[in-house]
């Protein structure tokens, strides 16, 4: 049934221009919806804005998008390097998958308020996540990116390749179908991040509302299940 549905994608980026860019954005959702390690994005996104107070519906979205950005920044390094170097596009080897792996255990242990977020040096966590948080969620989507290489080539490698085969005659054309391919792909992340402020603001409807606290710590062990999914997987 999946393979079918990529037959059926694969299809339309090879028809019409605008049944083409529907395609790639479509791809670029499956690209997370269908990918375990991408899936790791999402409780990593909602267990950071609902890590933070005061938050608004729009700064939940500023912050996913930032995270969303952090993420393609770096896989298009990773990817830009290695191509550099004759490899598999991609690919970082199993030490970017030990070291995101660690930082997500570390991350999801943290919301399950398992292991407290150390101070270096005098700054604690507030401190390092900054006043308004944007630069800790792009630091993080950069993080998170070192590790996302070789899941983000294998659903991107058909794109690619007609990109490449279009470089020649239609350039700007296969760079439009790469950005709707990366619009669909952020877009799950920041609607995910989005979204869970406002099901936080309803949970938080009272004082006692436990409601954050338990989206925290169920968050925090997809995190880890992520995170050991990452480290098995390089194994």
């Known amino acids: 049934m999946v393979l079918r549905i990529f037959e059926v994608l694969y299809a339309g980026l090879n028809s019409m221009p605008l049944i083409a860019l ?3 954005f479509v791809w670029g ?3 997370i919806v269908l990918s375990p390690c991408h899936l790791a994005s999402i409780p990593l996104i909602v267990g950071f804005i609902g890590d933070r107070e005061n938050m608004s519906v729009k700064k939940a979205f500023m912050l996913s998008f930032l995270f969303s950005l952090g993420v393609l ?3 298009a390094c990773i990817g830009i390097i290695t191509g550099l170097m004759g490899k598999i596009l991609g690919d970082t080897g199993s030490f ?3 070291f995101v792996g660690a930082v997500l255990i570390f991350i999801g242990l943290n919301l399950m308020e398992v292991v407290p977020f150390p101070t270096f040096c005098g700054i604690d966590k507030k401190r390092i996540y900054g006043k308004n948080g944007d630069f800790a ?3 993080l989507g950069l993080v998170f990116g070192i590790a996302m290489g070789p899941c983000t080539f294998a659903y991107l490698a058909p794109m690619l390749a007609i990109v490449f085969g279009m470089s020649s005659t239609k350039l700007i054309y296969g760079l439009t179908l790469l950005l709707a391919y990366a619009v669909g792909h952020c877009s ?3 609607a995910a991040g989005t979204f ?3 099901v936080q603001r309803y949970l938080n409807w009272n004082e006692r509302s436990k409601g954050t606290s338990i989206i925290k710590k169920a968050c925090g062990i997809l995190i880890i299940i992520g995170g050991l999914y990452l ?3 390089g194994v």
């Open 73 to 75: 920044i770096m896989i």
């Open 196 to 198: 869970s402020e406002g």
């Open 188 to 190: 799950v992340i920041v």
């Open 96 to 98: 970017g998958n030990y």
């Open 231 to 233: 480290i098995l997987g």
């Open 29 to 31: 959702i499956l690209s």
């Open 137 to 139: 969620a792009f630091m």
């Open 22 to 24: 529907g395609a790639a």
